[in-house]
Each structure stands twice: as structure tokens, then as C-alpha cells.
């Protein structure tokens, strides 16, 4: 590996941001701004007001309880890379599996929810510490869709590549036959909603969040480990609870 690649480690690694919670880094705002137009790493913060907007809409009228979730109450936070992401539906939306398969195709959203479904509840819990307790996922295996596609010997791992146009991801294609990984399209026993990555992300159930890639679009098999977003700016690309990123969480499942 050469130098450029190896990941840093340490105070001065690149942390996500939650655009919702702008305060999180205590550094000045214009600060911030600079760093993210600098591209170094702050780049969600500029979609703060547009997602706090999204977060206060979603749960206005919020008759279950699901305030709870809001950021600093021990819940989820909404992270982006990118300053907006297009919405997408049952109309439009596709998943494309290519690379090194048989069958390349596409599925809608409506294929997807006709193929065998698979409920898991673990944890959540992001490498920057917050952690949400049993949450359930549902969709479809991600093993079941490479069965499907009829993966050539050469392939060795899994590119996913996102409709936000910027967020990548990478399993090797020993972890990505896990049966406890999903392309799912609800979470919390509701369809998958926008700001979590909907109407279809990964669901990568013993790894850190940040494998789980929202607004999954493709599923390219490889050759090769491509690193994703994160890991290129330091993350482990093996990312399992507790046993990564130097961090000792309990693990998620
Ligand atoms: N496309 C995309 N997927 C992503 C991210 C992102 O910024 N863009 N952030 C990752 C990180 S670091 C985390 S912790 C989770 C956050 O998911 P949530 O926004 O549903 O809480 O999404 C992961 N998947
Ligand atoms: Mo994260």
C-alpha cells in the first residue's frame, strides 16, 4: 500500500459531521465554513439549515414517540456528504448490479420488496459514539442478489456506489454473503425515509453505520477492495463494532 493510501489515525483523522448539530465540532462557524469549502472533511455542515428543516417537518406531528430519536436525545443523526441529495421513489428509483457478474440488471423498488424478506434488529452505532438500541431493518439479503447476478470466479468484493453521487462504500465478498447484511428498504418497521437513506440503503448489521451507504444506487462486483468515502479520508475499511477504527464498542450483533 502505498503511503497516500495508508490510513491516518489519531486527533488529526477526518471525523464526520452531523449537519444537523453544527455545534458538535465547538469550533466557530466561519471556521467550519472554511474547512468545508477546503474540502476537508466539514463539508456537511452547509446543509445544516436545510436538514434541520427536514428533521423538524418529519416529526411536527410526531404521535410515537419518535422525538426520542432527535439528535442529542440519544438517537440517530442525519449525516450527508453532500448539500442536498434528490429524492427518489417507487417510480423512479433503481438498483443496478454489475461488474464482474453473469446477469447484470436492475431492480425497482417494487422487485425488490417481491423478493424474500429478511427482518433484523441489532443496535446502530457510528464510529463517532452515538448508538441507538434495537433497531429493525428489513429488505432483502444482499447475498440473495448476488446469488442472483451469478458472481464470476475473478469477482472478490463489492463496490456500492450511491444516487447522492458522491458517498461510495466496499465489502469484501466474504462479508457482503453475510446473512446479516440486507439492501433494505424499511427501518423501525416503516418504509426507509429520505433523510435515512431511503427508499433503499444498505444495511450492514455488525459493522460501524458508516457501511450502511444511503440512497444505494449501485452494486458493482470487483476484483478488488475499493475503499468507500470514509476510508479514504482514515476510516477502517474492515469495519466491525469493536474491533476497529480503535475503538472498543460492544459489538452490534
Ligand atoms: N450516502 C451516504 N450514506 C451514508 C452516509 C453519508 O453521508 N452518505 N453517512 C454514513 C454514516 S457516517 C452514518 S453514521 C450513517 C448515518 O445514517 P443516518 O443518517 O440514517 O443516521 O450513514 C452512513 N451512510
Ligand atoms: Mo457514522
Known amino acids: 500500500m502505498n503511503p497516500e493510501q495508508s490510513p491516518r489515525r489519531g486527533a488529526d483523522r477526518p471525523r464526520e459531521r452531523p449537519p444537523e448539530d453544527p455545534e458538535a465540532s465547538g469550533a466557530p ?19 445544516a439549515p436545510t436538514l434541520q428543516r427536514g428533521l423538524e417537518s418529519l416529526f411536527a406531528d410526531d404521535p410515537t414517540g419518535l422525538t426520542g430519536l432527535l439528535p442529542n ?7 450527508s456528504v453532500t448539500s442536498s441529495v434528490p429524492h427518489k421513489d417507487a ?5 443496478t448490479i454489475d461488474g464482474l457478474v453473469d446477469h447484470p440488471r436492475s431492480y425497482t423498488l417494487a422487485d425488490l420488496k417481491a423478493l424474500p424478506q429478511t427482518r433484523i434488529v441489532h443496535d446502530v452505532q457510528c464510529v463517532t459514539g452515538w448508538r441507538v438500541p434495537g433497531t429493525p431493518f428489513q ?21 456500492f456506489t450511491c444516487f447522492d453521487g458522491a458517498y461510495t462504500e466496499s465489502l469484501t465478498l466474504q462479508q457482503a454473503r453475510r446473512p446479516d447484511i440486507l439492501v433494505a428498504h424499511r427501518m423501525q418497521d416503516k418504509p426507509l425515509g429520505h433523510n435515512h437513506g431511503g427508499p433503499v440503503r444498505l444495511y450492514v448489521a455488525p459493522m460501524y453505520f458508516y457501511k450502511s451507504a444511503k440512497w444505494l444506487s449501485g452494486i458493482t462486483v470487483t476484483e478488488d477492495v475499493r475503499p468507500g468515502y470514509w476510508e479514504d479520508r482514515g476510516y477502517d475499511v474492515d469495519a466491525w463494532v469493536g474491533r476497529s477504527n480503535g475503538r472498543d464498542d460492544a459489538p452490534t450483533s
Not at 436525545?73 to 449525516?79: I, N, P, T
Not at 417510480?91 to 438498483?95: M, W
Open 91 to 95: 417510480s423512479n428509483y433503481r438498483l
Open 139 to 159: 429488505g432483502v439479503r444482499l447475498s440473495h442478489l448476488l446469488d442472483a447476478a451469478g458472481v464470476q470466479t475473478k469477482g472478490r468484493a463489492i463496490r
Open 29 to 47: 462557524i466561519g471556521r467550519r465554513l472554511l474547512l468545508g469549502t477546503l474540502g476537508l472533511g466539514a463539508f456537511g455542515v452547509l446543509a
Open 73 to 79: 436525545g440519544g438517537g440517530f443523526r442525519y449525516y
